[in-house]
């Protein structure tokens, strides 16, 4: 397993999808498989969260390209220099967390 992977699933909630390929791929009876699956999927789904952070994670793009691109405005309209490395380190931060996460859902 390399560091992208392991970066990559601090971003998305694939333990669910993983947990059921276990369980398909290693119990072989199916009926236990069924009930496995299904006691997975109940767990998951009455899983409380709260949701003002729900929303917040879902628009994690939006804020944070929306942060970015506010501190650019403040900076040009304030007359503060920003230099190439600077932006690329601001702009950079949205592209490793757009990748990263991967296609939105």
């Not at 992977?5 to 999808?17: C, L, W, Y």
């Not at 789904?45 to 405005?73: C, E, S, W, Y």
């Amino acid at each position: 397993m390399n560091i992208l992977s392991i970066i990559k699933g601090i971003f998305t909630s694939n333990a669910v999808d993983k947990t059921i390929d276990i369980v398909k791929e290693k119990v072989t009876d199916v009926d236990k498989q069924n009930e496995m699956i299904r006691d997975i999927a109940v767990a998951s789904a009455t899983n409380k969260t709260i949701p003002l952070l729900d929303g917040i994670h879902k628009l994690g793009r939006q804020i944070l390209i929306g942060a970015v691109v506010g501190f650019h405005m403040y900076c040009k309209l304030n007359d503060i220099p920003l230099s190439v490395e600077e932006l690329t380190a601001l702009y950079g931060a949205v592209t490793a967390y757009t990748l990263l996460k991967g296609k939105g859902r």
